[in-house]
């Protein structure tokens, strides 16, 4: 089974695992704290905000995400190569099933991330500020249902 | 209005009313096995409005409205009712509902347990639920999951399935008893619609909670993948698959909050149903 | 340059509601009702805030008895700003 690769960086604990904001105790080794400074610094918060006001292309661009939406479809023409599904004479890729093992180790490899570092903190951060389309679930399901 | 129907569904009650008398009759039909509105009095009102000046008569199409609508919604053709009278219900929980926080997913349970899979449309998650539903499974709602605020549980929503396209033939392949299918409509604006009528246990014990086992977001479509999904990703995703995470505040995110930290989540691509409910098993065997 | 001159405040704390996520800090800003997700150093620079006001020397200070600091007080004046921006701080020149 391929493995998303997404997440392989941010999987690897390492640094404090103590809570962040938390000043650590004396006598514990000290934990680097990154100020950055110089350059423009990137945000490092993402925020819930109740809808933003519906306009036209935030309706039609609205989506509720799916993991992983960079990856391709995989359905396979008969040529071989790799077109969308629905394609006209194309089928699913072959599905395979998953070994206990490899469903185990998905169930525990998602669950947290242990103790990341700052710089894979702030990557997953980057990487969930991306599956926010712009309009919260509310305005994303009304705009989804209704014929306009 | 001329022709009305009230509705029992899971936790909460509808009043339907309609000018024409055909989408109440398929109403009343498939949802002959559900239980009364007890008191008589609906928590919310659905109601289809001729679209325009003398569309009662005149080449009748509906507008949905009620408690909540949407302003800018196009009208439906009267041979779409059913879909507008779900749709309509659909909209007032979504826009209006405050005793749960609502996740637009589909859910099943088995032993007390609930699974819950959201996505986008096309993902499979009615599909898969209807699915589970027929075998072993109680199936709890094809469209909306509702948390409980304090305790966290799942409660029921079993609304009758939305079954699109390809999907129609696949349940009928399945399920055999034609009385438990409303009609075929054709080309409405989500493409071929049919309605299916939940197995009886899902009706008989749709005031059963359960607790949240896992969580679990489905991709048709694609070779089979499987892969954890950690709890800062699920909880955004979450907030976009909430109608109403933001109106709850406070509560909203003590209990989104407890749903992401205690309930594994897994994204699973599939290329068909048998292989994402064998998928499902195995999970569900491991689970925690 | 550090201007000594700017406070920087954050509400009492039971303005907010938070809770730990996979190494993220949510917050749930009773007075907005938005929720917000922060990262490092945010979490770690708010906490040390406070009601009576704080200049970005004095927090610096306090951070640097805490954590090995990198990067310079520039930095930690954006950050003190994106804070502000938030809403989780106010500032007082």
């Known amino acids: 089974m391929k493995d998303s690769g997404n997440h392989e960086a941010l999987d690897q604990g390492a640094g404090a695992t103590e809570t962040p904001g938390k000043a650590p105790d004396a006598g514990l080794a000290r934990r680097k704290l990154l100020l950055g400074g110089g350059a423009v610094v990137a945000s490092a918060a993402v925020s819930i905000r109740p809808a933003l006001a519906q306009t036209a292309a935030s309706v039609l661009n609205c989506q509720i995400p799916v993991p992983d939406p960079s990856r391709a479809g995989q359905h396979i023409a008969a040529d071989g190569s790799l077109v969308a599904p629905g394609t006209e004479g194309a089928f699913p890729g072959s599905g395979r099933a998953f070994t206990g093992e490899e469903v185990r180790a998905a169930l525990r490899g998602g669950r947290t991330l242990p103790g990341a570092s700052y710089e894979q903190s702030r990557a997953y951060l980057n990487y969930i500020r991306r599956l926010q389309s712009g309009t919260s679930g509310f305005t994303c399901y009304a705009s989804l249902q209704m014929p306009r | 209005m001329k022709h009305s129907c009230m509705l029992s569904i899971g936790p909460a009650s509808f009043r339907i009313g309609s000018p024409w008398r055909a989408p109440i009759d398929a109403l009343r039909e498939l949802y002959a096995a559900?239980?009364?509105?007890?008191?008589?009095?609906?928590?919310?009102?659905?109601?289809?409005?001729?679209?325009?000046?003398?569309?009662?008569?005149?080449?009748?199409?509906?507008?949905?409205?009620?408690?909540?609508?949407?302003?800018?919604?196009?009208?439906?053709?009267?041979?779409?009712?059913?879909?507008?009278?779900?749709?309509?219900?659909?909209?007032?929980?979504?826009?209006?509902?405050?005793?749960?926080?609502?996740?637009?997913?589909?859910?099943?349970?088995?032993?007390?347990?609930?699974?819950?899979?959201?996505?986008?449309?096309?993902?499979?998650?009615?599909?898969?639920?209807?699915?589970?539903?027929?075998?072993?499974?109680?199936?709890?709602?094809?469209?909306?999951?509702?948390?409980?605020?304090?305790?966290?549980?799942?409660?029921?929503?079993?609304?009758?399935?939305?079954?699109?396209?390809?999907?129609?033939?696949?349940?009928?392949?399945?399920?055999?008893?034609?009385?438990?299918?409303?009609?075929?409509?054709?080309?409405?604006?989500?493409?071929?619609?049919?309605?299916?009528?939940?197995?009886?246990?899902?009706?008989?014990?749709?005031?059963?909670?359960?607790?949240?086992?896992?969580?679990?977001?489905?991709?048709?479509?694609?070779?089979?993948?499987?892969?954890?999904?950690?709890?800062?990703?699920?909880?955004?995703?979450?907030?976009?698959?909430?109608?109403?995470?933001?109106?709850?505040?406070?509560?909203?995110?003590?209990?989104?909050?407890?749903?992401?930290?205690?309930?594994?989540?897994?994204?699973l691509d599939y290329a068909n149903g048998e292989e994402a409910l064998a998928a499902i098993d195995q999970l569900w065997e491991v689970r925690s | 340059m550090v201007d000594g001159q700017t406070l920087y405040y954050r509400d009492s704390a039971d303005a907010v509601v938070e809770h730990d996520l996979d190494g993220l800090r949510l917050v749930f800003h009773r007075p907005s009702g938005i929720t917000h997700i922060i990262a490092s150093p945010l979490p770690e620079i708010w906490s040390l805030l406070d009601e009576q006001g704080c200049s970005a020397e004095a927090l610096w200070r306090q951070l640097s008895d805490h954590y090995d600091l990198e990067g310079d007080s520039t930095g930690l004046v954006q950050h003190l700003d994106a804070l502000a921006t938030l809403g989780l701080a106010r500032l007082q020149r």
């Open chain 2, 34 to 267: 559900y239980p009364p509105v007890k008191s008589g009095i609906a928590d919310y009102t659905v109601r289809l409005e001729p679209a325009g000046t003398g569309r009662r008569w005149f080449r009748p199409s509906i507008a949905i409205a009620g408690d909540h609508m949407l302003a800018d919604a196009a009208p439906m053709a009267l041979r779409h009712g059913l879909l507008a009278a779900e749709m309509g219900m659909n909209l007032q929980m979504a826009l209006g509902w405050r005793r749960h926080l609502l996740i637009h997913a589909s859910s099943a349970e088995k032993d007390g347990q609930a699974l819950i899979m959201t996505g986008e449309s096309g993902s499979g998650k009615s599909t898969l639920a209807a699915m589970l539903g027929e075998c072993g499974w109680r199936f709890m709602g094809d469209e909306f999951a509702l948390i409980d605020l304090v305790t966290g549980s799942i409660h029921s929503f079993p609304r009758l399935v939305s079954l699109k396209n390809a999907a129609i033939d696949v349940m009928r392949g399945i399920v055999k008893a034609p009385a438990r299918f409303g009609p075929l409509m054709e080309a409405t604006p989500k493409g071929d619609i049919a309605h299916l009528v939940p197995p009886a246990d899902a009706i008989l014990h749709m005031r059963d909670p359960a607790e949240p086992a896992l969580l679990l977001f489905p991709r048709f479509g694609f070779a089979s993948e499987l892969r954890g999904v950690s709890k800062g990703e699920a909880f955004v995703r979450l907030t976009q698959a909430s109608t109403n995470y933001v109106a709850l505040g406070e509560a909203g995110f003590h209990a989104l909050h407890h749903f992401v930290d205690t309930v594994p989540a897994m994204a």
